[in-house]
């Protein structure tokens, strides 16, 4: 029924749509999410110069300190204002993660500590870990199977 | 007061990038004196590597640890160079246990381990554990 009228409906309110701007949004969200990228960076170096960590072993540790950072900063409600303004730069890194796990505990605070925050602290973050636990699993057998088989 | 702050922060940050890229040029040592042929050695075999520009030999009796740093542009081969290096390594000291590593975090600790001895204040025994720490790290995985 919708689909006699849609395209004439459509163009009708394109007609009168603001334009988004593409290009600057994109242009933001590489700046911003490179400046993100250096702090990582700059984590690591620091985890490399000051702790017993070489390049392989630092990532890990890496990861969770940026994401936590970024927990904070979305408890102090700064993380947000960073994301209207740069869009995907802010939620494509890591630091993304923390702010989707917070930023969902934070909103169904009020159902309470059990069925709100426990039952909904993941809703945004959990398919984050189904999907990367998974596809770390297959690639796992993988390689397994390929060291087994002498290709690796 | 805030966009100075966030401009502070972002030098400071970029910046900090350079201690990465400070040159310290060859540098070998030994800890037990009969290898100083090995060493000289393999400093040629490293200064003939276009690829490679700060590089740390460290020879003990039994093992010898041997550090470095790539060039920029060659990173994308890094895994063919210790591959070489390995190779030519392993036929021309076949006794001895090596350790080969581009590892920033290794090359800092063998570059403090070749000034502490070539400045002569750290006895035998210690300069070997510190070795053998590093080569543990160096073996460590995530």
């Known amino acids: 029924m919708s689909q006699q009228k849609e395209p004439l409906f459509q163009a009708e309110t394109s007609r009168h749509d603001k334009k988004r701007p593409l290009v600057k949004n994109c242009i933001k969200a590489f700046v911003v999410g490179g400046i993100i990228c250096t702090i990582g960076q700059l984590v690591t170096v620091l985890l490399i110069i000051y702790f017993p960590f070489t390049e392989q072993t630092a990532g890990n540790p890496t990861v969770s300190i940026m994401v936590f950072l970024s927990m904070l900063l979305t408890g102090f409600g700064l993380y947000n204002k960073l994301g209207q303004f740069a869009g995907a730069g802010s939620a494509v890194p890591v630091t993304g993660f923390g702010n989707a796990v917070v930023s969902a505990a934070i909103e169904h605070r009020s159902e309470g500590l059990v069925l709100g925050v426990g039952g909904n602290i993941f809703k945004l973050a959990g398919s984050v870990i189904v999907y990367g636990v998974v596809s770390a699993f297959f690639l796992a057998l993988i390689k397994t199977l390929l060291i087994q088989w002498g290709v690796l | ?142």
């Open chain 2, 1 to 142: 007061m805030k966009k100075g702050l966030i401009v502070v922060i972002l030098i400071s940050s970029i910046l900090s990038g350079c201690v990465l890229f400070e040159e310290k040029g060859a540098s070998h040592a030994v800890i037990h004196t009969s290898q100083e042929e090995t060493i000289t050695q393999i400093a040629e075999r490293l200064e003939d590597t276009k690829e490679l520009y700060d590089t740390v030999v460290i020879a003990a009796d039994s093992s010898l640890l041997i550090s470095y740093k790539v060039k920029h542009l060659y990173r994308f081969d890094m895994k063919g160079i210790e591959k070489d290096l390995e190779a030519w390594l392993k036929d021309q000291y076949p006794d001895q246990e090596i350790t080969l590593s581009s590892d920033y975090k290794i090359f800092l600790e063998s570059f403090q381990l070749f000034e502490k001895l070539s400045q002569k204040n750290i006895s035998e025994k210690e300069a070997l554990s510190e070795m053998k720490k590093i080569i543990s790290l160096k073996n460590e995985l995530t």
